[in-house]
């Protein structure tokens, strides 16, 4: 006789979340801030993270605070919230600093350096 009441829940994969998608349609910095835009209407979210990500976000915080406070890998964060952002249900700003690098300009001296 098994007690049920000490076993622990059934473990979710990340890509069920996202039904086996890896990436996003739209990559959202760390630092993008995601905030709700609406009203959440039961039509317009589709899973309990959604839900929880759109209450969440009723207050701005950040991608990587979102994937931090549902427990879920960044990746799968960012794909939720495109979804959500693809449907309305978010908006995502993400700040671009005027005199930032370009990055594929620092992946390209980054790969240059290793060969040495």
Request: net charge positive; hydrophobic share 45%; glycine share 0%.
């Given at each position: 006789m098994s007690n049920h009441a000490?076993?622990?829940p059934p473990l979710v994969r990340p890509y069920a979340l996202t039904r086996g998608r890896?990436?996003?349609k739209r990559v959202f910095p760390l630092e993008?801030?995601?905030i709700t835009d609406r009203y959440v209407i039961d039509g317009y979210v589709r899973s309990p993270e959604?839900?929880?990500?759109a209450e969440l976000c009723r207050e701005s915080r950040s991608v990587a605070e979102v994937a931090a406070l549902?427990?879920?890998p960044l990746g799968v964060a960012r794909v939720l919230i495109g979804d959500l952002a693809e449907r309305g249900v978010v908006q995502?700003?993400?700040?671009?600093?005027p005199?930032?690098?370009d990055t594929a300009l620092l992946e390209?001296?980054?790969s240059g350096l290793r060969k040495l």
């Open positions: 000490s076993e622990p890896t990436q996003p993008a801030l995601v959604e839900r929880t990500i549902i427990r879920v995502v700003h993400a700040s671009k600093v005199d930032a690098p390209r001296v980054l």
